[in-house]
């Protein structure tokens, strides 16, 4: 599986692109700008959207994305989903740009759910509160997407009104475990190569 790293414009978050040469379908993580995206994906269509959380940084790109690509599924938590309406939640009112998700096709995940990305690829959901009520992260047998919930190097940062000291720690301590065998996709700043302990 071949994965393509897109530094947004928006607090230089990151959105991946999850492909497979055999197969006429990509997968995307977070979404920012759009315009790097259609240039890479080229004549693919957009299978699914896997959100790490439901900050603006992170998604202010989904109503395009759904616009083209009205079948992909947007996969978020509970509470992601509220903040896909909510630009109290998605903290956009302080962006300048009020953002409130013009879509319907939203699943749910919980802790544990999968997510056949490939014949050969299976995609599980992690719920890891803290940095914000509605974060997720999502991994593979060789890779995971820590969204905020983890930057190696940064601390996590729970200064937000949905964010939650404790929750953070052991969201933390959970990612930490899945990462020592995965290549780290964080939100922001570059992809971190296993490290074996």
Not at 133 to 158: A, E, H, Q, R
Not at 165 to 189: F, M, Q, T, V, W
């Amino acid at each position: 599986m071949k994965i393509i790293r897109i530094q947004n414009s928006v607090l230089n978050s990151n959105s991946f692109i999850l492909s497979d040469e055999t197969y006429p379908y990509c997968w995307l993580v977070d979404v920012g700008d759009i315009e790097p995206i259609w240039k890479a994906i080229g004549n693919r269509q957009m299978k699914g959207l896997f959100l790490t959380h439901t900050h603006y940084d992170h998604i202010y790109g989904i109503n395009k994305l759904v616009e083209y690509f009205p079948e992909c599924v947007v996969y978020t938590s509970l509470h992601g989903k509220d903040g896909l309406f909510s630009d109290k939640l998605n903290l956009s009112r302080y962006h300048e740009d009020s953002f409130q998700f013009q879509g319907t096709n939203i699943e749910v995940l919980k802790d544990g759910d999968e997510i056949q990305l490939y014949p050969n690829v299976v995609m599980k959901a992690m719920y890891t509160p803290g940095h914000d009520w509605s974060c997720m992260s999502y991994y593979t047998d060789k890779l995971i997407f820590t969204g905020d919930s983890y930057i190696p190097n940064v601390k996590v940062v729970t200064s937000f009104p949905k964010s939650n000291k404790s929750e953070a720690k052991i969201s933390l301590g959970r990612l930490l475990e899945l990462c020592k065998n995965r290549d780290i996709y964080p939100g922001h700043n570059e992809m971190v190569k296993c490290v074996k302990y």
